[in-house]
């Protein structure tokens, strides 16, 4: 089996040159091997593999499916491939037959398997449970991601993958990897029946590692924000709460400079980038990758570093100006008035808190359209004045806003009586 690594280095490579290594097993005559039973599973397996089972309902599968193939061991099928009749053979056939096992059991090419119920899949990761079967764990955390009894099985998983000595760990085997990687998709799959709590913990802990194992993470965003968006307030209330997650993002990712490999977290690759190249350019694509380049050189694998995080950029910045989905629903369903717009754009300047600029040029206008109350109202509903981030913007901008002339109160208050702040009710009804 592979050497201990990061989780993202098992990715790296080619699916192709794993369908390549799987093609030659199905092709190869072991005859050195007695065990004809073990030798023909085997090449049972790779054929499995190479079919898909499960992804032939659409292209998202079939591509999430291919990723996994990273995890195949080409180094033990080849050491299997070139035994000769002196060496001892049944080892190394045994444990490809395990590692094959394995995989097919993540991505569906061993059917009729077991399924844990949720309360055991509870006493697997709590180990009251040790002596329990691998490829029915697999195969479980697999059909989770298809719908089994969601509601019962996140509530098992997300506990678990939420804890400190899981988030914490660093190095890992193909195995580990495997089992992790099932445990991720089966939470992003289920992202649009997550609670909002549930959602905030998968961005901030599983955000880029679900795009390494090539869950279609732009896809289920896109989803998830125009399913049950009614009106504009719902949309950007998704955008509200799906930014605030990703800006508390705590993954770290492999960079490689100077020849040395070290970690970053991938929030400060992005705020790097930003300061980088600017507000001008935070969107194309050439000056992403210029940018990532940078970190990964001539690193073999290089390749999927930058594709990875060009995608983690482009769906962070989309969400940051909300427009990663092109046409929401509610356009197809409701005339928008132009207050409902003014709303959208007023309450997202608001989010940024960066550029306080077009609000105040807004309500510096003769008769601005949408009052300053109404605004402030959607505010007091959306941000949580416990949180210091949201204190330094509301603080920041009664400060821009007197300046402007514009209000002479400010916008929230210090009650000594419960030494916390309020929303200031005279400037909301």
């Known amino acids: 089996m592979q050497e201990m690594a990061s989780f993202e280095q098992f990715f790296t490579g080619s699916w192709q040159e794993s369908a390549q290594a799987l093609q030659k097993l199905v092709n190869f005559d072991f005859v050195n091997h007695s065990n004809k039973e073990r030798i023909a599973d085997i090449k049972l397996l790779a054929?499995?593999?190479?079919?898909?089972?499960?992804?032939?309902?659409?292209?998202?599968?079939?591509?999430?499916?291919?990723?996994?193939?990273?995890?195949?061991?080409?180094?033990?099928?080849?050491?299997?491939?070139?035994?000769?009749?002196?060496?001892?053979?049944?080892?190394?056939?045994?444990?490809?037959?395990?590692?094959?096992?394995?995989?097919?059991?993540?991505?569906?090419?061993?059917?009729?398997?077991?399924?844990?119920?949720?309360?055991e899949l509870s006493n697997i990761f709590s180990q009251k449970m040790v002596d329990y079967d691998k490829h029915?764990?697999?195969?479980?955390?697999?059909?989770?991601?298809?719908?089994?009894?969601?509601?019962?099985?996140?509530?098992?998983?997300?506990?678990?993958?939420?804890?400190?000595?899981?988030?914490?760990?660093?190095?890992?085997?193909?195995?580990?990897?495997?089992?992790?990687?099932?445990?991720?998709?089966?939470?992003?799959?289920?992202?649009?029946?997550?609670?909002?709590?549930?959602?905030?913990?998968?961005?901030?802990?599983?955000?880029?590692?679900?795009?390494?194992?090539?869950?279609?993470?732009?896809?289920?965003?896109?989803?998830?924000?125009?399913?049950?968006?009614?009106?504009?307030?719902?949309?950007?209330?998704?955008?509200?709460?799906?930014?605030?997650?990703?800006?508390?993002?705590?993954e770290n990712i492999l960079v490689f400079q100077d020849n040395k490999t070290s970690t970053k977290p991938l929030l400060s690759m992005i705020n790097d980038y930003v300061v980088s190249v600017g507000e001008v350019k935070i969107l194309d694509g050439l000056a992403q990758k210029d940018f990532l380049s940078s970190f990964y050189g001539s690193i073999k694998g290089w390749g999927k570093y930058v594709k990875w995080l060009t995608e983690v950029f482009y769906i962070f910045f989309h969400i940051e100006r909300a427009n990663l989905l092109e046409k929401p629903a509610f356009n197809e369903k409701n005339k928008i008035s132009q207050s409902e717009e003014d709303l959208l754009d007023l309450l997202y300047i608001i989010l940024m808190g960066n550029d306080w600029s077009k609000l105040i040029s807004y309500y510096k206008q003769a008769n601005p359209l949408l009052p300053l109350q109404v605004v402030l109202r959607y505010c007091s509903k959306d941000f949580i004045l416990d949180d210091e981030d949201v204190l330094d913007k509301f603080l920041d901008l009664t400060q821009a806003l007197k300046d402007a002339d514009i209000i002479d109160k400010d916008i929230i208050e210090f009650h000594e009586s419960d030494g916390k702040f309020h929303w200031n009710e005279e400037l909301i009804y």
């Not at 593999?49 to 292209?59: G, K, Q, R, T």
């Not at 289920?190 to 896809?219: C, H, M, T, W």
Request: proline share 3%; charged share 20%.
């Open 136 to 250: 029915s764990f697999l195969y479980t955390c697999l059909q989770i991601s298809l719908g089994l009894d969601h509601e019962e099985y996140i509530d098992v998983i997300m506990p678990f993958m939420t804890l400190e000595v899981v988030l914490a760990r660093r190095d890992f085997n193909t195995e580990d990897t495997l089992m992790y990687a099932v445990l991720i998709k089966a939470l992003w799959f289920n992202f649009l029946l997550l609670s909002d709590d549930d959602r905030y913990e998968l961005l901030k802990n599983y955000f880029y590692k679900a795009i390494v194992i090539g869950a279609p993470v732009q896809k289920i965003l896109q989803n998830y924000l125009d399913v049950n968006s009614y009106n504009q307030y719902i949309y950007l209330k998704k955008y509200i709460d799906l930014i605030k997650a990703l800006k508390k993002n705590t």
């Open 47 to 119: 054929s499995n593999l190479l079919s898909y089972p499960e992804a032939v309902l659409d292209d998202i599968w079939q591509e999430e499916n291919q990723e996994f193939l990273l995890l195949l061991d080409t180094n033990l099928v080849n050491k299997a491939l070139s035994l000769t009749p002196n060496e001892d053979t049944e080892k190394v056939v045994q444990q490809l037959h395990e590692h094959l096992q394995l995989l097919c059991a993540a991505t569906g090419g061993l059917p009729g398997l077991a399924i844990y119920t949720p309360q």
